[in-house]
């Protein structure tokens, strides 16, 4: 069975060429320090399961300090210039976007096909990561198309990949990272206090106000945590469950669906989460760009899924 | 209740600027050690959630396509491309690219889109070719705030259309925590609750597409 340890394996290398390359790089203004971090992001792909929990805690912590105290910076690495670039575009034509579309093609016949190919019984793609895998494996196969397409120097998708994964930088641990504070939150039982604050603190006589107490707790904390996945329990445990339907009688479903798109307004206006620090990075946006970009439509959808929310889950026209 | 002081932590670390990887990971350890967990325990529960989540990275894998065929010209070509086509403009393209989004994302196929996969190579390429086109000379704030836009209507498309298709985690996900709250809901219902904010989402979004196009070309003009 082909476990997602494999597409981690991949990962592990890709960042370990990186590191490698930092450390090649004479005019690298970071050089050993940003070659250790990717090597180091390297190890945690690599050897990341025997390195055992606290090992783990370590490596995140030399990451974070290196990341977080200006010790990564871009190298220098070369790249084709403008002129260069239309040239090969002029010849290449519509043809260049092919490897581009292969990988979601493949991520997504992979995520049908493999649930559904089995051996002796046994499924050949471990059932939960199908989707990791598969994405893995439509990189392999567009890149092998883009080399074929392209003919490129044989180091340059390697340096290619440098140059952009210099230029996410230290954001690119950051979505781990909030996962794992994330599980130190609830750890350390913040949810469960902020329930309590919640339950006790807030108005809840009204229907209206324990409504709109739900939605818009639900989107503020969802801001804090980065994850409206993290948020939910916490809210429907406090407010949803007991008082909204247990009180009101409200629909379950209507407040669980609704509940949950109040966090994703959240997601959309937060710092913390990944939506919005990877296209930040990858675009070479500065901070708070994308979530400009999001906040007026996140206030809208806020306001009117809390109205709507107050009008369909206590509706008594309908089953 | 302690452990509630690693919030303010987080607060006020991220509105003074310091490195956000600090202030995460300074946020998590006064949360857990205000909160009366054993720092040995804390730092292996970081590390064990760090290992555990490596699956988001894995979308870095695309990084060598992408910059191999950017290193060949793929976003001049998808700029040639929209400004060949008269009828659109950034904002109308990017309401395309909105409906798409929500319409496969609720259908369960959200591998056809993301930020690294199409909106770094495609998406914003495209949307910037055409103020280009459309609008003439750019300058840098323009750029800056279409790229910006490309990657809103990503996640914007993505949020408010997954949560219409039942098999995937946000469904499955609510499910499970009222069923820990002994209330049992059918998934379907669920997904169908989900439809009447798809579609606020997406006629307000749509319509901020189209004042985009105006403030676009407003600012071109002067």
Same mark, same amino acid.
């Not at chain 1, 009180?247 to 949950?260: K, L, N, S, Y």
């Not at chain 2, 290992?51 to 992408?66: E, K, M």
């Given at each position: 069975?082909?476990?997602?340890?494999?597409?981690?394996?991949?990962?592990?290398?890709?960042?370990?060429? *990186?590191?490698?390359?930092?450390?090649?790089?004479?005019?690298?203004?970071?050089?050993?320090?940003?070659?250790?971090?990717?090597?180091?992001?390297?190890?945690?792909?690599?050897?990341?399961?025997?390195?055992?929990?606290?090992? /783990?805690?370590?490596?995140?912590?030399?990451?974070?300090? *290196?990341?977080?105290?200006?010790?990564?910076? +871009?190298?220098?690495?070369?790249?084709?210039? !403008?002129?260069? @670039?239309?040239?090969?575009?002029?010849?290449?034509?519509?043809?260049?976007?092919?490897?581009?579309?292969?990988?979601?093609?493949?991520?997504?016949?992979?995520?049908?096909?493999?649930? +559904?190919?089995?051996?002796?019984?046994?499924?050949?793609?471990?059932?939960?990561? !199908?989707?990791?895998?598969?994405?893995?494996?439509?990189?392999?196969?567009?890149?092998?198309?883009?080399?074929?397409?392209?003919?490129?120097?044989?180091?340059?998708?390697?340096?290619?990949?440098?140059?952009?994964?210099?230029?996410?930088?230290?954001?690119?641990?950051?979505?781990?990272?909030?996962?794992?504070?994330?599980?130190?939150?609830?750890?350390?039982?913040?949810?469960?206090?902020?329930?309590?604050?919640?339950?006790?603190?807030?108005?809840?006589?009204? @229907?209206?106000?324990?409504? +709109?107490?739900?939605?818009?707790? %639900?989107?503020?904390?969802? %801001?804090?945590?980065? /994850?409206?996945?993290?948020?939910?329990?916490?809210?429907?445990?406090?407010?949803?469950?007991? *008082?909204?339907?247990?009180?009101?009688?409200?629909?379950?479903?209507?407040?669980?669906?609704?509940?949950?798109?109040?966090?994703?307004?959240?997601?959309? %206006?937060?710092?913390?989460?990944?939506? /919005? *620090?990877?296209?930040?990075?990858?675009?070479?946006?500065?901070?708070?760009?994308?979530? @400009?970009?999001?906040?007026?439509?996140?206030?809208? !959808?806020?306001? +009117?899924?809390?109205?709507?929310?107050?009008?369909?889950?206590?509706?008594?026209?309908?089953? | &209740? &302690?452990?509630?002081?690693?919030?303010?932590?987080?607060?006020?670390?991220?509105?003074?600027?310091?490195?956000?990887?600090?202030?995460?990971?300074?946020?998590?350890?006064?949360?857990?050690?205000?909160?009366?967990?054993?720092?040995?325990?804390?730092?292996?529960?970081?590390?064990?959630?760090?290992?555990?989540?490596?699956?988001?990275?894995?979308?870095?894998?695309?990084?060598?396509?992408?910059?191999?065929?950017?290193?060949?010209?793929?976003?001049?070509?998808?700029?040639?491309?929209?400004?060949?086509?008269?009828?659109?403009?950034?904002? =109308?393209?990017?309401?395309?690219?909105?409906?798409?989004?929500?319409?496969?994302?609720?259908?369960?196929?959200?591998?056809?889109?993301?930020?690294?996969? &199409?909106?770094?190579?495609?998406?914003?390429? &495209?949307?910037?070719?055409?103020?280009?086109?459309?609008?003439?000379?750019?300058?840098?704030?323009? =750029?800056?705030?279409?790229?910006?836009?490309?990657?809103?209507?990503?996640?914007?498309?993505?949020?408010?259309?997954?949560?219409?298709?039942?098999?995937?985690?946000?469904?499955?996900?609510?499910?499970?925590?009222?069923?820990?709250?002994?209330?049992?809901?059918?998934?379907?219902?669920?997904?169908?609750?989900?439809?009447?904010?798809?579609?606020?989402?997406?006629?307000?979004?749509?319509? =901020?597409?189209?004042?985009?196009?105006?403030?676009?070309?407003?600012?071109?003009?002067?």
């Amino acid at each position: 069975m082909i476990r997602v340890g494999a597409a981690y394996a991949v990962a592990g290398l890709l960042f370990g060429a *990186i590191a490698l390359l930092s450390a090649a790089d004479r005019g690298h203004p970071r050089r050993w320090l940003s070659s250790t971090f990717w090597g180091l992001f390297s190890a945690s792909f690599l050897i990341g399961d025997v390195l055992g929990d606290l090992g /783990n805690g370590a490596l995140v912590l030399a990451l974070v300090l *290196i990341g977080g105290c200006g010790g990564l910076r +871009a190298g220098r690495s070369s790249t084709t210039g !403008v002129a260069e @670039r239309e040239a090969i575009a002029a010849r290449l034509g519509p043809r260049l976007f092919l490897p581009v579309l292969i990988v979601p093609l493949t991520a997504l016949a992979g995520s049908l096909a493999f649930k +559904a190919i089995t051996i002796a019984g046994r499924p050949v793609v471990e059932p939960a990561q !199908v989707t990791v895998i598969s994405l893995t494996l439509g990189v392999i196969l567009a890149l092998l198309a883009a080399v074929i397409l392209v003919k490129p120097p044989l180091a340059a998708p390697l340096q290619e990949a440098r140059r952009l994964m210099d230029s996410v930088g230290w954001s690119a641990i950051l979505p781990q990272l909030l996962a794992a504070l994330g599980a130190v939150f609830a750890l350390a039982g913040v949810g469960r206090a902020v329930g309590g604050l919640v339950g006790h603190w807030l108005p809840m006589d009204s @229907r209206i106000a324990a409504v +709109a107490a739900y939605g818009l707790g %639900m989107a503020l904390f969802t %801001m804090i945590m980065g /994850n409206a996945f993290a948020a939910f329990p916490v809210m429907v445990a406090a407010i949803g469950a007991p *008082i909204l339907v247990g009180r009101f009688g409200g629909d379950a479903a209507v407040i669980g669906a609704m509940g949950m798109l109040c966090g994703y307004c959240g997601t959309l %206006m937060t710092p913390m989460a990944s939506h /919005n *620090i990877v296209p930040t990075a990858l675009l070479g946006l500065p901070p708070g760009a994308v979530i @400009r970009a999001q906040v007026p439509t996140a206030i809208l !959808v806020l306001l +009117a899924t809390v109205t709507l929310m107050c009008l369909l889950a206590f509706r008594t026209w309908a089953a | &209740m &302690m452990s509630l002081l690693g919030v303010p932590v987080l607060l006020i670390g991220l509105l003074a600027r310091f490195n956000p990887l600090l202030v995460v990971t300074a946020a998590g350890l006064v949360a857990g050690l205000a909160g009366g967990v054993d720092p040995l325990t804390l730092l292996a529960a970081f590390g064990k959630a760090f290992n555990d989540s490596r699956y988001i990275s894995v979308a870095f894998l695309i990084l060598p396509v992408i910059g191999l065929l950017e290193r060949s010209g793929l976003q001049v070509q998808a700029r040639a491309v929209v400004s060949r086509l008269r009828a659109l403009t950034v904002g =109308r393209f990017l309401v395309g690219y909105l409906a798409a989004r929500q319409v496969t994302a609720s259908l369960g196929l959200l591998s056809l889109g993301g930020h690294a996969a &199409m909106v770094r190579p495609l998406i914003a390429p &495209m949307a910037e070719g055409l103020a280009d086109s459309r609008l003439g000379p750019t300058n840098a704030a323009r =750029r800056l705030l279409v790229r910006a836009h490309a990657a809103a209507v990503d996640n914007i498309g993505a949020f408010f259309g997954e949560d219409i298709f039942v098999a995937l985690g946000s469904v499955l996900l609510i499910q499970a925590v009222l069923q820990q709250n002994r209330i049992t809901v059918d998934p379907l219902r669920v997904a169908f609750w989900a439809i009447p904010t798809a579609l606020v989402a997406f006629v307000v979004h749509a319509l =901020r597409l189209l004042v985009l196009d105006r403030t676009l070309s407003r600012r071109a003009v002067n």
